[in-house]
């Protein structure tokens, strides 16, 4: 059965400071990896999609990698910002999966950027 | 573009009564997926359908079902609301099934069972 941890369950950090956000999954068999964002009290926003076969994805400040080998994920953000605090979520789509689009989630960073 | 849209936003409902909950995807999107999330915790898989047939189905009871129509639109079922029901119901939607492609989420349904 898939699992995946997301560590630390909460992060403070001062602005402008690049953090690092940590994802990992128990089996390396999967289709893709995806990062979201989720504000308090609201739905996913998609951030990046990592196909299997990819090493790194890139959205402006963001970065994501992905190392299916060891069943990690990593969302790199630079320079960061009071607009940046929310919830991330990583989830993974499995290849067992095959013929439905089931993603398995993490618990979620809650992030936190002090001004 | 529109977004995926859900309603109603937020609802009460009493324990042992029935909730429809509604979900119309992206404009040109086939699949949609359905999602608990209960506080502090990520969103759990309920159900995906494509092209009106349904493709997958998560451990959840049978007091919950859904269906697609075909503008592919969707709605969720949950009979015999529990305590435990309250959460946060996510759709998603895709473009194309088994392409691997980016899934989109909308705003939820905040269920609250009294």
């Known amino acids: 059965k898939q699992e995946v941890t997301q560590i630390p369950a909460a992060l403070s950090v001062p602005e402008g400071e690049n953090l690092v956000l940590n994802c990992s999954f128990t089996?390396?068999?999967?289709?893709?990896l995806q990062w979201f964002r989720q504000d308090p009290g609201k739905g996913l926003t998609s951030l990046l999609l990592?196909?299997?076969?990819?090493r790194e994805q890139t959205s402006g400040r963001l970065n994501a990698s992905l190392d299916k080998s060891s069943g990690r994920s990593t969302l790199y953000i630079a320079a960061s910002q009071p607009g940046d605090s929310a919830t991330y979520l990583c989830?993974?789509?499995?290849?067992?999966?095959?013929?439905?689009?089931?993603?398995?989630f993490g618990t979620g960073t809650r992030l936190t950027i002090i001004p | 573009d529109a977004g995926v849209t859900q309603s109603p936003t937020h609802l009460i409902k009493t324990r042992g009564q029935h909730v429809t909950l509604r979900c119309s995807p992206i404009?040109?999107?086939?699949?949609v997926s359905w999602y608990q999330q209960v506080l502090g915790q990520g969103p759990q898989f309920i159900f995906q359908?494509?092209?009106?047939?349904?493709?997958g189905r998560g451990n959840f009871p049978d007091r919950f079902s859904a269906r697609q129509f075909p503008n592919y639109s969707s709605e969720l079922n949950v009979n015999a609301l529990l305590l435990g029901d309250s959460a946060l119901y996510l759709c998603?939607?895709?473009?194309?099934?088994?392409?691997?492609?980016?899934?989109?989420f909308g705003e939820g349904s905040w269920l609250t069972v009294v």
């Open positions: 998603a939607s895709s473009i194309l099934q088994g392409s691997g492609n980016t899934i989109y």
């Open positions: 089996d390396s068999a999967i289709y893709n």
């Open positions: 990592i196909q299997s076969s990819q």
């Open positions: 989830a993974v789509r499995p290849l067992s999966n095959f013929g439905n689009e089931k993603l398995t």
């Open positions: 404009s040109g999107h086939k699949s």
């Open positions: 359908y494509y092209e009106k047939e349904e493709r």
